[in-house]
C-alpha cells in the first residue's frame, strides 16, 4: 500500500530556514505527481506546492520565491526546502499524492 513518511519539521525562528522530506514506497515514485499541503490551527488544509514527475512546480503565492520543492527520484523522496521563514508559515506540513496523506510533521516559527 502508498506509505508516505514526513521528516524534518521542528522549531525555528523568523526569518530561518527548514527541508522537509517525504520517503514515499508503494508507488512508482518516478511517474507520481507528489504536493505538499499544511494546515494551520482553526484553518483549511491548503496546497503548498506540487512538483510532477517531469520536474514541473508550481506553488501557492504565500510560498512562491521562499519555497522550493523538489525530488529524488533514485531515493523516493521528495522535498520542500522552506526559506526566509514566517510565523504565519507555522502549521502541520503533509506529503500527498494519489490522495493518499502522510502522518504530517510540525513546523513552527517563533521567536
Known amino acids: 500500500q502508498v506509505q508516505l513518511v514526513e521528516s524534518g519539521g521542528g522549531l525555528v525562528q523568523p526569518g530561518g530556514s527548514l527541508r522537509l522530506s517525504c520517503a514515499a514506497s508503494?508507488?512508482?515514485?518516478?511517474?507520481?505527481?507528489m504536493q505538499w499541503y499544511r494546515q494551520a490551527p482553526g484553518k483549511q488544509r491548503e496546497l503548498v506546492a506540487v512538483?510532477?514527475?517531469?520536474?514541473?512546480?508550481n506553488y501557492a503565492a504565500s510560498v512562491k520565491g521562499r519555497f522550493t520543492i523538489s525530488r529524488d527520484n533514485t531515493k523516493n523522496t521528495v522535498y520542500l526546502q522552506m526559506n526566509s521563514l514566517k510565523p504565519e508559515d507555522t502549521a502541520v506540513y503533509y506529503c500527498?499524492?494519489?490522495?493518499?496523506w502522510g502522518q504530517g510533521t510540525q513546523v513552527t516559527v517563533s521567536s
Open positions: 500527498a499524492t494519489l490522495s493518499r
Open positions: 508503494g508507488i512508482i515514485f518516478s511517474i507520481a505527481t
Open positions: 512538483i510532477t514527475s517531469g520536474g514541473n512546480t
